[in-house]
């Protein structure tokens, strides 16, 4: 049997209420009050926080909101049916083999799913305009319920089975926020007997250790369970340790789960999660804080401001037009459309993006009123520019997100910011963002601390190759639904755009569950002067022979590729995915190669000997130096989202694309390529650039060192696999380095480690420098003169960070 996907819905509606609700911050205590009015005002800080305050019930979007909720919630009530072993027929509980294997797992996610049901039963009899505000028969259902669930299931002598999250965080979450809503209507009985099953699943212990599933956006979870446990049962202790626990979430981490400096976020030990676990972790926090704000239990630990600058240190720069990039989504890129509900999406880049966005205004409550200025701003100008999907319009946005989101949209006092610019490199999760006026790209890699990709719980079954030099982007006013259009079941997995993979069949979750398969690579990272940046990937294949050089220099308009030293002995083909462009259900985009149009109209497909360039309508060019040999496809896919993920639904989905790949052969020796990206330029710009003969010069591209300049720019970048000379540059050790040459007589050197393994490096410039106006104490010695020869100490501590030192030219 499958896992249920209802667990994951309730994922956002209850155990993710932390991203899926946030809301208008209620008052803050004023004087001295009773220890029974200190929780009664926690209860309706609460109740804020979970119905949200400040629409009306009579307007959009919430008017049909409303009378969705009440839909569901009779649709619920009147489907209800105690019976032994389940309270909905569709959700039976009742493990028979109680263990934790994935059958199990469904009967535990049944169960938590069952509290789900009656919070938004409790939700639709809270409101108003539900049409069952008040409702006595389903006053009555939702107490029977809990009831039930009670005495049969989730009680304090009950043994855990499938899945913990679903005793720990899904079940409790939604059983507290019910009580929360119907605690008037509950006896001191009921409300100690539900608290007595929550001690039992979620004890003191649960937050002892800052280890295994108490960590990042677990733990915050966790903390949210034990603070309304004490807020419903009266329990000034569970509230403090609630409070307590939180503050190992904060401080920066050099290993595991959480916050690094550079702003990266992992959770399950090896996956980049900013977009998902990330986006919990944020929401949770900030429900956390403004419940506790005020009172005696106020989070009050200074190391919160770290959770505050992540905002825009961490998430803003994954965040375009209010999307989240998938490359920090995990397995959640394989949620779209679930079996249970096959005619509606239930998750994509854009409506992750909402939950954020909405997150993020409810935390900037509690930062200073700058940061909460600067934050409004920002949202605004995310949900302004996200035509594709308004996040006004997002069926899976929380009531309480939707009244935030709207209140920032009609505050005339908030201007909106502009997409921030600039190149940000995530060397702790080999992940970079390159964000341009005009589109961003995103880079996705791994290395031996950095899995391939996550599967798990029977998601994202196919995502092998993700983490295998994928090279996503996004125009400001076009494509912006690339990924979020059926793209992940129905792209080839093989071809992923950027990527180098061999075509060796994999099976289905292969490597294993929760980034169990990492590649046994330390050069990984790059250097960046917050602009441009070099990057490289030293490319083992998952499951593969195959190994690859991979370099991407980012500049002003464009993303130059390399790749090289491409060999495998699968005894399959290896390809490099230059693109793979989904063109949607019609897919008739033009497409242009050295002047000549090419057929609209699918299947075609054509070696493109020679080709200098390649333009597709509506998209962006692909400049080849030299002249290359492109394969180029046009099909049409059909995939089922049941493919990715067994959960998803079965109903088969056909999109269209435009692939180009290089083809390297079976077992090849000696692999290569070479192309510029250049994202949203017309065929004109296009054909002028590769027209241009001298605006680029590849100065290496070998198993060795992979290196260009640009002289218009004043760009040099140079990825030392091994030490050695590439045009003016000499290196003793492996190391990237960038060189911006400015126009004011003045360059920025910047240099990294990203194998993290050098004691010492010299790095030598043959170009005449007067001095060197700063750098790092990593410079033990700068020498100038008709040269620049530049000595570094130990860079192992530096964790492939950017060394930057700058000059004045001679």
């Not at 393994?757 to 100038?784: D, E, F, H, I, Y």
């Amino acid at each position: 049997m499958t896992r249920s996907w209802s667990r994951r819905t309730l994922l956002a509606a209850t155990g993710g209420a932390a991203l899926a609700l946030p809301f208008a911050a209620p008052a803050l205590f004023t004087g001295q009050a009773s220890a029974a009015d200190a929780y009664g005002e926690l209860r309706a800080k609460w109740r804020t926080l979970i119905l949200g305050e400040g629409f009306s019930p009579t307007a959009e979007p919430f008017k049909s909101r409303l009378a969705e909720l009440g839909t569901s919630a009779s649709t619920y009530r009147a489907s209800m049916s105690p019976a032994t072993g389940s309270l909905w027929p569709d959700l039976v509980y009742a493990d028979p083999e109680p263990d934790t294997d994935q059958e199990s797992f469904t009967f535990s996610g049944n169960m938590a799913n069952s509290y789900g049901r009656l919070n938004t039963m409790a939700q639709a009899y809270s409101q108003p305009g539900t049409g069952l505000t008040g409702d006595a028969a389903l006053k009555s259902a939702i107490l029977t319920g809990l009831d039930h669930l009670y005495s049969k299931v989730y009680n304090e002598g009950q043994a855990r089975y499938g899945n913990w999250w679903s005793w720990q965080i899904g079940a409790p979450q939604a059983l507290l926020d019910v009580c929360v809503l119907m605690y008037d209507q509950l006896s001191a009985t009921q409300i100690a007997n539900y608290c007595k099953a929550v001690d039992h699943f979620v004890p003191d212990s649960a937050v002892g250790s800052y280890t295994g599933t108490s960590t990042g956006a677990n733990r915050v979870d966790l903390c949210r369970v034990l603070a309304l446990r004490g807020v419903v049962g009266a329990n000034s202790a569970k509230i403090a340790l609630a409070r307590d626990a939180l503050s190992p979430v904060f401080p920066y981490v050099t290993s595991g789960d959480g916050l690094y400096t550079d702003g990266s976020f992992i959770q399950h030990t090896t996956v980049p999660y900013t977009g998902s676990y990330g986006s919990v972790m944020l929401g949770g926090l900030g429900m956390l804080f403004a419940l506790l704000a005020g009172s005696t239990w106020a989070v009050t630990d200074a190391k919160r401001q770290i959770i505050l600058d992540a905002v825009e240190h961490a998430w803003a720069p994954f965040l375009y037009n209010g999307l989240v990039m998938d490359n920090v989504a995990g397995r959640a890129i394989s949620r779209g459309v679930a079996a249970a509900d096959p005619k509606k999406i239930q998750a994509d880049d854009h409506l992750r993006g909402h939950s954020i966005l909405a997150s993020i205004a409810l935390l900037g409550q509690g930062a200073s009123a700058a940061e909460n200025g600067r934050w409004r701003g920002l949202v605004k100008g995310w949900m302004q520019r996200d035509y594709y999907s308004p996040p006004l319009s997002n069926p899976s946005l929380g009531l309480t997100s939707l009244a935030r989101l709207k209140a920032v949209a009609d505050d005339s006092s908030v201007t909106a910011i502009a997409e921030p610019t600039g190149h940000r490199l995530f060397t702790e999760m080999a992940r970079a963002t390159h964000r341009r006026p005009g589109w961003a790209a995103s880079i996705s890699m791994a290395d031996k601390r950095i899995t391939y990709y996550e599967t798990g719980n029977g998601e994202n079954l196919r995502g092998w190759h993700t983490g295998s030099g994928m090279l996503s982007w996004w125009g400001d006013t076009f494509a912006n639904g690339q990924y979020s259009d059926a793209f992940w079941p129905t792209v080839d997995p093989y071809r992923l755009p950027g990527t180098t993979a061999s075509r060796k069949v994999l099976a289905d979750a292969a490597g294993g569950d929760w980034g169990a398969s990492k590649p046994d690579v330390n050069w990984v990272g790059g250097a960046s002067d917050g602009q441009r940046a070099a990057i490289g990937q030293y490319l083992k294949g998952l499951q593969s022979t195959l190994m690859a050089k991979k370099s991407w220099f980012c500049l002003d308009d464009t993303i130059v590729c390399l790749g090289a030293g491409i060999k495998c002995t699968d005894g399959a083909a290896v390809e490099s995915t230059v693109e793979n462009r989904n063109l949607g259900p019609t897919g008739t985009t033009s497409f242009t190669v050295d002047g000549t149009a090419k057929p609209t109209t699918a299947p075609w497909s054509e070696t493109l000997t020679g080709a200098k360039w390649a333009h597709l309508g509506g998209h962006g060019g692909y400049v080849f130096p030299g002249g290359a040999n492109i394969k180029a496809l046009r099909q049409e896919r059909t995939g089922k989202w049941s493919d990715i993920n067994k959960g998803g639904a079965t109903t088969a989905v056909s999109r269209k694309y435009l692939t180009l790949y290089v083809d390297h052969g079976t077992n090849p020796t000696a692999g290569s390529y070479a192309y510029q990206l250049l994202p949203g330029a017309s065929a004109a710009q296009t054909s002028a650039r590769s027209a241009d003969a001298n605006w680029l010069k590849v100065l290496a591209n070998s198993d060795n060192q992979q290196g260009i300049a640009v002289p218009a720019l004043g760009f040099t970048g140079v990825n030392f696999w091994f030490g050695g000379s590439v045009g003016t540059l000499t290196a003793s050790a492996p190391c990237a380095v960038m060189i911006s040459e400015k126009s004011d007589g003045t360059a920025v050197i910047c240099v990294s480690d990203p194998m993290r393994m050098q004691t010492s490096l010299t790095l030598t410039w043959n170009r005449a420098v007067t001095s060197v106006t700063s750098k790092p104490a990593t410079v033990t010695s700068a020498t100038t003169g008709a040269s620049l020869k530049l000595t570094f100490g130990d860079l192992r501590g530096t964790r492939g960070t950017t060394q930057k030192i700058t000059v004045k030219l001679g």
